[in-house]
């Protein structure tokens, strides 16, 4: 079956939850015609246990909660922010005190290690990025913690200053 008709099947689950007997035969109608069209066309080889099928359903019928701005951010954006509240990043103090795969603890501009309170608040070499991101000063705390707005900047502010972590 393809995916669009599986998600027409979920939404039809979805906007019958809690609903009358009539509004359930409906949706069984629906799912046994989107069945049947399924069933003639090539199946795909489908690895899924019988279990797995359930553990599927049951998390689609299960109330949908809000999420937290990190949670609606991209992977990417959440490796990045968790590596920094972290600590357990690729920047040179994690990297050599660690794995002692960076040859000095100290960033790139001498002052002091490269952290991610040190990059993301006092480093020189990225004061000009940092005040595209940021005008006015901010608490390392709202840029780790803050709303989707400033976890944006933050996740910005890596990207468009070259960092890695």
């Not at 599986?6 to 809690?18: M, V, W, Y």
């Not at 069984?28 to 899924?48: F, H, M, T």
């Not at 999420?67 to 990417?76: F, I, N």
């Not at 940092?130 to 976890?151: A, C, D, F, I, N």
Request: charged share 30%; glycine share 4%; proline share 5%.
């Amino acid at each position: 079956m393809e995916d669009f008709r599986l998600d027409i099947l979920e939404e039809s689950l979805l906007s019958f939850r809690g609903s009358d007997s009539a509004g359930q035969w409906i949706l069984c109608e629906r799912a046994d015609e989107l069945a049947k069209e399924g069933a003639v066309e090539d199946q795909p080889e489908n690895s899924v246990s019988f279990s797995e099928q359930k553990t599927i359903i049951k998390a689609l019928m299960r109330p949908r909660t809000n999420r937290d701005d990190y949670h609606t951010m991209s992977r990417e954006q959440q490796v990045n922010l968790i590596r920094l509240r972290t600590g357990h990043n690729r920047l040179n103090a994690h990297m050599n005190r660690k794995f002692k795969l960076a040859p000095s603890p100290t960033c790139a501009c001498g002052q002091e290690d490269q952290t991610a309170e040190h990059i993301l608040q006092r480093c020189p070499l990225l004061d000009e990025e940092r005040k595209e991101v940021w005008p006015s000063p901010t608490p390392l705390q709202t840029k780790l913690y803050g709303s989707r707005q400033e976890l944006e900047k933050t996740t910005t502010f890596i990207t468009s200053a070259g960092l890695i972590v």
